[in-house]
């Protein structure tokens, strides 16, 4: 039986047994159903077993309080706004204790707006074990105790909109500048959008997986699956 998560969960298994993982999380108020969207583009081949977990329902300050599908409290998007620290550290353990019940040598955390700035924040404060992350029109959490990159810190793309209307451009920058001097390797690329994801960021999301993670091969699969 697979690990169970406290909401709802969208799964969609690889074509093999026992395939590596690929966890993306939604959006502020969105569902795991926008993330299995972009399998088409991002996994045809069914390489990847597919996780994409639904966030709790909580208050959101930024909505005026209202309740939604969300991974932790958005305060506000200014530049220094303070941020729901506790709130962040709290899912991401809550994410890794998950993923570590898994059991699988290779996860690949990802995700969409808020849930692409939890994936990195898992990734490198948290320390969930991943072998890339892919952020899509993110942005970089708690940017000021961002920890410097370790040997084994795993390789970011970062796709964004250059008429991105929610997160502006400036914080693609600006995250991608901070972890580069941290020392992590990032890849990013901006695109000809708003606050979304197009078919031709997924392609290249999908070329940086192979050349980065696999080695420009598909992911392995244990010979005992």
């Known amino acids: 039986m697979s690990p169970q998560w406290p909401e709802t969960l969208w799964e ?11 966890v993306l999380l939604h959006g502020l108020g ?26 709790p329902l909580r208050r959101v300050t930024i909505q005026g309080g209202l309740r939604m599908p969300a991974w932790y409290d958005i305060l506000d998007l200014a530049a220094d706004s303070p941020e729901d620290a506790q709130g962040i550290a709290a899912m991401a353990t809550s994410l890794g204790q998950w ?3 898994w059991r699988r040598s290779t996860v690949i955390l990802g ?23 892919l952020v899509f029109s993110g942005y970089l ?12 810190s795993p390789p970011i793309f970062w796709g964004h ?27 990013r690329r901006d695109y000809p959008m708003a606050h979304q994801v197009v078919a031709t960021e997924l392609e290249d999301a999908r070329t940086f997986l192979r050349q980065q993670v696999m080695g420009g091969s598909r992911p392995e699969v244990p010979s005992s699956a």
């Open 99 to 101: 993923l570590a019940d």
């Open 111 to 133: 995700g969409f707006s808020q849930g692409a700035a939890l994936s990195l924040h898992a990734a490198l404060h948290a320390r969930v074990p991943a072998q890339a992350v």
């Open 12 to 22: 969609r298994p690889g074509r093999r047994a026992a395939a590596p993982l690929l």
């Open 141 to 152: 959490p708690l940017r000021h105790e961002l920890p410097p990159a370790a040997e084994d």
């Open 30 to 55: 969105a569902g795991p159903e926008d993330m299995a969207g972009l399998l088409p583009a991002l996994d045809p081949e069914e390489d990847w077993h597919v996780l994409a977990p639904a966030a």
């Open 161 to 187: 909109g250059t008429r991105d209307p929610i997160l502006p451009l400036e914080f693609a920058r600006i995250g991608a500048t901070i972890l580069e001097q941290k020392g992590y390797r990032v890849e």
